[in-house]
């Protein structure tokens, strides 16, 4: 049984567990020394901590659990008619179950409810997350970009 819920401050190293190890199995490979120290410059237990302070609108984050185990991750912000997937990030083990579309469909509940007009769900995806964001209805806006070392692909879902 999975169970999807807000983030709480006690979270934060279970969740960085599950981004530090998906990250690097899955993302490091594809991206430049560069890359990965960007992304852990502005991703790690620091800054997960901070930004769980920092709250709502900036970063609200919903986990998702098995047996009490984090498994997955997604965080977003909210801004007028949009929310932005900060994160997505789901355990290699429990890949192929629903989990990040549980993630996504739970984010989308909590977005709706701050905001009845939302219009659209961006991200930036990572090269091994765009089929998954596909999948599950986002489209491609533009061509894959780098920044700071970091690939991504701005993708967007009309809600």
């Known amino acids: 049984m999975i169970e999807f819920r807000e983030m709480k401050q006690e979270d934060e190293i279970a969740v960085w567990d599950v981004v530090n190890r998906t990250f690097n199995e899955f993302i490091t490979p594809t991206y430049s020394i560069e890359g ?3 992304f852990f410059k502005y ?13 709502y609108p900036n970063f609200v984050a919903v ?18 008619n949009e929310c ?7 355990d290699g083990k429990y890949h192929r179950r ?11 509940d909590i977005c709706r409810n701050h905001n009845p ?3 659209e769900i961006t991200v930036k995806s990572s090269p091994y ?11 491609q806006i533009d061509s894959e970009q780098i920044m700071d070392g970091i690939r991504f692909t701005p993708m967007v879902l009309k809600t």
């Open 36 to 38: 990965v120290e960007s």
């Open 43 to 55: 991703v790690n237990p620091e800054s997960l901590s901070e930004l769980f302070n920092e709250g």
């Open 63 to 80: 986990v998702a659990e098995i047996n009490n185990q984090i498994v997955g991750v997604i965080s977003f912000s909210v801004r007028d």
């Open 84 to 90: 932005h997937i900060t994160l997505l990030f789901v």
């Open 98 to 108: 629903g989990i990040a579309k549980g993630l996504l469909n739970t984010m989308l």
């Open 117 to 119: 007009n939302l219009s």
């Open 129 to 139: 997350a765009v089929t998954i964001y596909e999948k599950m209805g986002f489209k």
